[in-house]
């Protein structure tokens, strides 16, 4: 293990273990006034009036009259608005929000304001939407002549569901006006995302807004688009009010309201050659709901991971998103892979069915290797490590024995299966968007004590952002970790190093960081005051991409992974026991252990949980009734004891000594090792996540009743 | 603003409870889950007589407001019950969760309730006016509807004392822990000259009342197991009949299936 | 009515159907105690009510009479705390933090209870603990590793 993956005692451990670490909603609420959002009961409608009572002294409403600058919420395209206007789109679009000094009060007038709507015909799903936020393509080779020369063409259609961050604190914003300013503050993974909203809203120059990233009690991608719009209700109202404002959300709003993962649908036709796939034509739905906040980005890394660890030369993919009037969806860990990861996984696993194949041995014939193209014509310039990881959780869980065994016909009470899952996450911000939109610039600030501040606007939101970023500048400068300091960040004292999202913080602005720093080391000077600051580089050796050609590298370089889960299913029950959960991880060097053991354990989990645990239920109306952590479930400690996690390393020689994104990877192929595993202990087919307790009777009930 | 009120003794209680318009606070992980603002409540977490556990010639008694903990940490309560108790929520609703406020909340979900049921246990309600004792049974009037008047406190669950060690328990829930149940099932079967002495069976959230059915039980009653393999197949179209779920976000397809297997398997386990 | 809170005896006349939760977040300014979903279901308020562990949100204040409460912010001044405190950090269980209060305060009741706890026991012993964040492995190691080298504290 290298010296820097040793692992050190978390720079932020001891005020989040002692209770003293503020979130936001731990600011003290002295002069405060409470926010509470109104939002629309209705899935579509025109707004034809809102009817409030008569406002007791201090209390007051805030709506799209209110909003100083535009009323927009900038995030890639602008079309969310801060307040509804005319129309509402989704049950849960925001009309207003009450602000007053006592939070029961404002509660209480919320419930009293009657919306009169008038109801509009509202689309709910994604197959009947005609309605095209975004649209993709690309493709190369012989598409056509592959399909008339196949031996045998597979079509398939897989669906994956919604889910839920259930980060364990919501969402939270505190505005405070003054000064002709506005600073904001909260549960946040980007501050200049959030910065450039807020002043739009406002009508503010960038400079006079100031935000500030309170401790986040973690976001998974749920705080990394949304935030921007409650800080933009949050300004307004603090604006309007020219008091601070807060606004935490409770657990029910935050679950029925916030950003959740895509739901998709995808096709795939598969021509197959002699044993071997020869062209893929895959056609990939998004439903985006209401408004297009990150959408674009997330179908773009989902068509883009649309053929897996695969190689495929002939191929052809179509990728659309669509309006539903549901809740925005938004980023989610692996940002849109998870979702074309299932599909390609299990189209490859029941195509090596079909021919009576192991799945490992069909997949392995058709995997990338070092030099081979990416889907979008760019290349891994890198080794792709699959075959010698696939041994690795082979010899963990005694995987092929086992997949022999439980392949044959199984009697009993208790059927078991397993099944393993190759996936990558492109680390990194898809395609040229960090040199083109982020142009990273990370900073240090060493003061004349000798101390070193470490200037970035990334956000620590539970991944040890801090605690690596500060083990990175104590390598590089030799210094102990009480010389260095990391806050929060605050767009009054960090340059825009870009977002923390992508996997990109340790691999792009910690590789900044060490520069910055190797440069420090040589140009030190004792006893007085230097500021380092580098800027990113594209490397050399990208093919450029291009968005309107879609072609290019969309990915310096990728993270690695192979899954493997096994299952046992009682069929009195339906109930199914995940025995173990295996992986294999790739993120080249982790710059400490522990951090990268445990976000490798905590992805596998969000990816036993969307493979059949969480599931979204709505209405006829699209109003979501499953709004509490009892109903909405996610694992508990009892729920896969068995998690097993192996630390694979190939180094990136453009991260940080060799480190790659390593935040989203865990998560991304899961579920498709989970359903491959229900697939041999039921002896069906799946094509849809989440596979539940339910969708196994049914099976169960279908072999019988025959 | 009415305040709340604390109690220090059942006598006490029971006097606020006659004379005011309360909900009995037990150990409160039902009534806080709502938490309503304008709530009066009556705290009887607390109350010594409440919270006993004795044997007597007849029963086991146990206080109404004995937590789910406390019975599980106790000797003198069978097996069967503390199964059911430690699948409730996780460690702190066991430890603030009492069975007085299980049984009370009138809920076909309560896991306690499905063990008191399927042990035909009795309820002793208290009141100033006096007492009246009870089947378990009869306390649920219907969806989430409770024979309890608006003057009584549930003092003790009366467990008629059994031999219950040849039970059968199965809950479905969503999750391993902090799962609110889906389906759940409780059976009891003793022997006696090789002949069965007695069948119980109760189903738990499938209905509006956990589902306790006697008369079918009663079909098995005095079989040797060769006579119960033969009236199997009538006693599981009778349950067939019975069992009609309702279907919430759960489906009644799923709640059926596993009821019928559950039983089934609750035969089989027996040798049927 | 009067409780013990963190070893001092404090007297409340606030409403007796406020939740305890609120009540020791506002006015006593125990923000270590936090809120995740007010239904009993996440223990990221679970403080330690008469040496058991109990969640804040779901106690009415007077069920907490005459009680004795530990928040996070009494405990964080034992030895056991430090104990754990180590062995959390050891394994670098503290992710994002917000369970982590809840979770030590779970910890410190399965070894109260039971010195020697099976990682089954310790699982059982924080199911009703949420974490989105860890998996669980490193928090169960670690009330294991406290388990082990803080021998005789529990």
């Keep these: ?706 | 603003m009415v305040n709340s009120y604390l109690a220090g003794s059942l006598k006490e209680a029971l006097e606020i409870r006659a004379r005011e318009t309360v909900r009995p606070y037990g150990g409160g992980t039902d009534l806080m889950i709502e938490g309503a603002e304008d709530a009066v409540y009556l705290f009887i977490g607390k109350i010594p007589e409440l919270k006993q556990i004795i044997v007597d010639d007849t029963y086991i008694r146990i206080g109404a407001e004995c937590t789910f903990t406390e019975i599980i940490d106790n000797d003198l309560i069978p097996e069967m019950l503390k199964n059911a108790c430690s699948g409730i929520g996780g460690p702190a609703i066991r430890n603030l969760g009492t069975v007085g406020g299980n049984i009370a909340n009138g809920s076909p979900k309560a896991d306690s309730a499905l063990i008191f049921f399927v042990t035909d246990s009795m309820l002793r309600l208290v009141s100033t006016r006096g007492e009246r004792l009870l089947p378990v049974r009869e306390f649920y009037l219907g969806k989430k509807k409770t024979a309890l008047q608006s003057d009584e406190l549930i003092a003790e669950v009366l467990l008629p004392r059994a031999d219950y060690k040849n039970y059968y328990y199965k809950k479905i829930g969503a999750r391993n822990a902090q799962a609110i149940s889906r389906v759940s099932f409780a059976g009891l079967m003793t022997f006696s000259d090789g002949r069965i002495a007695s069948c119980a069976t109760a189903f738990g959230s499938v209905s509006d009342v956990i589902i306790r059915r006697d008369d079918i039980d009663a079909i098995m009653t005095g079989k040797t197991i060769a006579e119960a393999s033969a009236a199997k197949s009538a006693y599981i179209a009778a349950y067939d009949e019975a069992i009609i779920p309702i279907s919430g976000r759960i489906s009644a397809e799923y709640r059926k299936a596993v009821c019928m297997n559950l039983l089934v398997d609750f035969l089989e386990s027996n040798g049927i | ?154």
């Design chain 1, 1 to 706: 293990m290298d010296k820097i993956s040793e692992s050190i005692t978390r720079i932020d451990h001891t005020p989040k273990i002692t209770g003293a670490a503020m979130y936001v909603a731990d600011y003290p609420t002295v002069g405060v006034l409470f926010g509470k959002l109104l939002y629309s009961s209705k899935p579509r409608a025109r707004l034809l009036d809102v009817i409030v009572p008569e406002l007791p002294e201090g209390y007051l409403v805030v709506d799209r009259n209110d909003v100083p600058g535009e009323n927009s919420v900038h995030i890639v395209l602008d079309d969310t608005p801060v307040f509804a206007c005319e129309t509402v789109e989704y049950i849960g679009e925001p009309i207003l929000m009450v602000v007053g000094p006592d939070e029961k009060e404002v509660l209480r007038i919320v419930n009293a304001i009657k919306i009169v709507y008038e109801e509009l015909p509202a689309i709910l799903s994604m197959r009947e939407s005609d309605v095209v936020f975004f649209n993709y393509e690309f493709g190369k080779g012989e598409l056509d002549k592959s399909f008339s020369e196949a031996d045998k063409i597979y079509e398939e259609e897989f669906r994956t569901g919604r889910q839920e961050h259930a980060y364990l604190e919501t969402q939270g914003m505190i505005a405070e006006p003054h000064d002709g300013r506005m600073t904001v503050h909260g549960s946040i993974q980007c501050p200049y995302y959030i910065q450039r909203a807020v002043a739009k809203a406002l009508g503010y120059d960038a400079g006079s807004v100031q935000i500030r990233q309170d401790v986040t009690g973690g976001a998974f991608g749920g705080k990394e688009a949304f935030p921007s719009i409650l800080a933009c209700q949050t300004a307004v109202a603090a604006h309007k009010a020219g008091r601070p404002v807060r606004v935490v959300f409770d657990r029910e709003e935050d679950m029925e309201y916030t950003s959740k993962r895509h739901p998709s649908l995808c096709t795939y036709r598969v021509a197959v050659k002699d044993g071997m796939v020869t062209a893929m034509d895959i056609d990939v739905i998004y439903d985006a709901g209401a408004y297009t906040t990150l959408t674009p980005v997330v179908l773009q890394r989902g068509i883009i991971c649309s053929t897996g660890v695969y190689n495929i030369v002939n191929l052809h993919v179509h990728g659309r998103a669509v309006k539903t009037n549901t809740v925005p969806s938004g980023a989610f860990r692996g940002f849109g892979g998870p979702q074309t990861f299932f599909a390609i996984e299990m189209m490859m696993q029941h195509i090596a069915k079909d021919m009576g194949i192991d799945s490992i041995t069909f997949k392995q014939k058709h995997l990338a290797v070092l030099g081979d193209q990416t889907s979008t014509g760019g290349r891994y310039h890198f080794p792709v490590p699959i075959p010698v990881m696939i041994e690795e959780v082979d010899k963990v869980c005694d995987f092929r024995r086992k997949y022999k065994e439980y392949s044959k016909p199984q009697t009993g009470r208790y059927l078991r299966g397993i099944g393993m899952s190759l996936y990558f996450h492109g680390a990194g911000f898809t395609g040229s968007g960090e040199r083109d939109f982020i142009k990273a610039v990370a900073r240090i600030h060493k003061t004349a004590d000798g101390t070193v501040h470490i200037l970035t606007a990334n956000t620590d939101m539970g991944q040890g952002l801090k605690t690596t970023f500060t083990k990175i500048i104590a390598k590089e400068l030799d210094l102990p970790y009480n010389r260095i300091i990391i806050e929060n960040p605050d767009t009054d004292f960090v340059p825009d190093s870009g977002p923390t999202v992508a996997s990109r913080s340790l691999m792009i602005v910690g590789e900044l960081l060490r520069r910055a720093a190797a440069r420090l080391s040589v140009e030190w000077k004792d006893g007085e005051d230097q500021i380092i600051e580098e800027h990113f580089q594209e490397p050399d050796f990208l093919v450029p991409f291009s968005l309107e050609d879609f072609h290019g590298d969309a990915y310096p370089t990728y993270a690695w992974a192979v899954a493997a889960v096994e299952t046992e299913v009682d069929t009195v029950t339906g109930l199914s026991n995940v025995l173990g959960t295996y992986g294999s991880f790739d993120v080249g060097t982790p710059i400490d252990m522990n951090i990268v053991v445990g976000q490798m354990e905590g992805g596998l989990m969000q990816g036993i949980g969307y493979a059949f645990m969480e599931q979204i239920s709505a209405d006829a109306k699209g109003r979501i009734r499953n709004n509490k952590l009892s109903d909405y479930i996610i694992p508990t400690s009892m729920d896969v004891p068995n998690l097993e996690v192996i630390i694979h390393v190939e180094k990136y020689p453009l991260g940080p000594y060799g480190a790659k994104g390593a935040g989203e990877l865990a998560v991304v192929g899961v579920p498709a090792a989970y359903v491959e595993a229900m697939e041999m202990a039921l002896g069906t087919k799946i094509d849809h996540i989440p596979f539940t307790a339910e969708d196994t009777m049914k099976v169960l009930q279908e072999v019988v009743n025959k």
């Design chain 3, 1 to 154: 009515m009067k409780f013990i809170l963190n070893g001092t005896e404090v007297e409340y006349t606030g409403a007796l159907n406020a939740r305890l939760l609120d009540v020791l977040r506002d006015e006593y300014r125990l923000t270590g105690v936090k809120c995740g979903c007010r239904e009993g279901e996440c223990g990221s308020c679970s403080v330690i009510m008469d040496g058991i562990l109990t969640n804040s949100c779901l106690v009415a204040m007077g069920r907490a009479e005459g009680s004795t409460i530990v928040t996070i912010e009494g405990y964080s001044n034992t030895e056991r705390f430090r104990a754990l405190d180590k062995a959390y950090a050891d394994v670098s269980a503290v992710q994002c933090g917000f369970c982590i209060p809840g979770m030590i305060l779970a910890s410190e009741c399965i070894l109260a209870k039971n010195p020697h706890p099976t990682e089954a026991e310790i699982r059982v012993g924080i199911s009703g603990n949420l974490c989105r964040c860890t998996g669980y492995n490193a928090i169960v190691h670690a009330i294991d590793i406290a388990a082990k080298e803080g021998s005789g504290l529990w």
